[in-house]
Each structure stands twice: as structure tokens, then as C-alpha cells.
């Protein structure tokens, strides 16, 4: 059973920083891409980061560049997403989720989800 666990959300202060896991279980962590997704209220999830583990080609949107850094530990199976200089805009339900490589097509959605994790950003 793919299993995606996040954790490392959290309340924090506009400007500072948070470091996001994503815990990847049930396949073969190699084969597959993982993302970062968010959900603010009442908005439409979107996609802010991901990574092909294979060949650790990294794909970010563009109102995160630069700030927002997304990284694996293959030992570990998991997917870290560094946010610094973190803005209230930026509070949301964070979710990684995994898929098949598709390239940048990786930030439009995928097969597997996790439950999320909730990240607060007080201004």
C-alpha cells in the first residue's frame, strides 16, 4: 500500500523558516516523482515543487523560486521542501504526493496523496 506521511508543519512567524517531510512508503521510491502541493482556504490546491528521484531534476513554480528548496534522502525514503522567508499568503495545508516521472507536468497533479500537514504563517 503507498503510504505518503508529511509532517514538520506548524505555526510560525512571516519571516521565518520550516522544513516540510514527506515520508514515502509502498514502492519503489526510485521509479517515482514526488511533489509539494498546497491548499490555502478556500483556493484550488496547486503545485509548488517536485522532484524525480532518479535523476534529482528538481521543477518549481514560479511564485516559490527562490525561496523554497525541495530535496530527497533515497536512504530514507523522503522528500524534504525547505520554505524560508515564509509570507501569511504562504498558510496552508501542505501535501506531497507521488506519481510517475512526467517532467514539469509533476506540479499539475498526481496518484498518490498524503493526508497533508498544516502550515500557519502570522504576520
Known amino acids: 500500500e503507498v503510504q505518503l506521511v508529511e509532517s514538520g508543519g506548524g505555526l510560525v512567524q512571516a519571516g521565518g523558516s520550516l522544513r516540510l517531510s514527506c515520508a514515502a512508503s509502498?514502492?519503489?521510491?526510485?521509479?517515482?516523482?514526488i511533489g509539494w502541493f498546497r491548499q490555502a482556504p478556500g483556493k484550488e490546491r496547486e503545485g509548488d515543487s517536485c522532484?524525480?528521484?532518479?535523476?534529482?531534476?528538481?521543477y518549481y513554480a514560479d511564485l516559490v523560486k527562490g525561496r523554497f528548496t525541495i530535496s530527497s534522502d533515497n536512504a530514507k525514503n523522503t522528500v524534504y521542501l525547505q520554505i524560508n522567508s515564509l509570507k501569511p499568503e504562504d498558510t496552508a495545508v501542505y501535501y506531497c504526493?507521488?506519481?510517475?516521472?512526467?517532467?514539469?507536468?509533476?506540479?499539475?497533479?498526481?496518484?498518490?496523496w498524503g493526508k497533508g500537514t498544516l502550515v500557519t504563517v502570522s504576520s
Open positions: 504526493a507521488a506519481d510517475f516521472p512526467t517532467g514539469l507536468g509533476c506540479l499539475y497533479g498526481a496518484e498518490y
Open positions: 509502498g514502492f519503489t521510491f526510485d521509479d517515482y516523482a
Open positions: 522532484i524525480t528521484i532518479s535523476d534529482q531534476s528538481t
